[in-house]
């Protein structure tokens, strides 16, 4: 199995930035695998609905990559297997459907981008990648 498929998604309110107690429980997940298999890294993925311009939410997306990366460098993860981008409202996974119907365009996504070869070829158990519902 593809370690991409162990780190959970981490979902976020409309128009916030801020973790909630879901996607800190998420992070902490996520926290682990990177602390467990030191050559693995991540580029974690800004995201967000379509309401609002480009800029706007190009710039809420980097303040969701930025939130993770906080937790994540508290929780000891090291700053070298982090990288962060927004991709704002580009890369939606749900068109339409009101604000809360596009929910699920609100988030962080992790992308392994080093190491997970080898991480594959040990001894780890899959994950499962839960998908968070935090509200709209």
């Given at each position: 199995?593809?370690?991409?498929?162990?780190f959970?998604k981490?979902?976020?309110?409309?128009?916030q930035?801020?973790?909630?107690s879901?996607?800190?429980?998420?992070?902490e997940?996520?926290?682990?695998?990177?602390?467990?298999?030191?050559?693995?890294?991540?580029?974690i993925?800004?995201?967000?609905?379509?309401?609002?311009?480009?800029e706007?939410n190009?710039?809420?997306?980097?303040?969701?990559?930025?939130?993770?990366?906080?937790?994540?460098?508290?929780?000891?993860?090291?700053?070298?297997?982090?990288?962060?981008?927004?991709?704002?409202?580009?890369k939606?996974?749900?068109?339409?459907?009101?604000?809360?119907?596009e929910?699920?365009?609100?988030?962080?996504?992790?992308?392994?981008?080093?190491?997970?070869?080898?991480?594959?070829?040990?001894?780890?158990?899959p994950?499962?990648?839960?998908?968070?519902?935090?509200?709209?």
């Amino acid at each position: 199995a593809a370690l991409r498929a162990n780190f959970q998604k981490v979902l976020f309110d409309f128009d916030q930035a801020s973790l909630t107690s879901p996607s800190r429980s998420a992070l902490e997940a996520n926290a682990k695998i990177l602390m467990k298999y030191s050559q693995v890294h991540v580029l974690i993925e800004g995201h967000t609905d379509n309401y609002g311009s480009d800029e706007y939410n190009l710039a809420l997306g980097q303040r969701r990559a930025e939130s993770v990366h906080k937790f994540l460098l508290d929780m000891g993860v090291s700053k070298g297997k982090l990288t962060l981008i927004s991709y704002g409202k580009e890369k939606t996974v749900v068109e339409g459907g009101g604000k809360d119907g596009e929910a699920p365009n609100r988030r962080a996504e992790f992308v392994v981008v080093a190491g997970e070869d080898v991480a594959a070829s040990s001894t780890a158990q899959p994950g499962v990648n839960v998908t968070l519902q935090v509200g709209s």
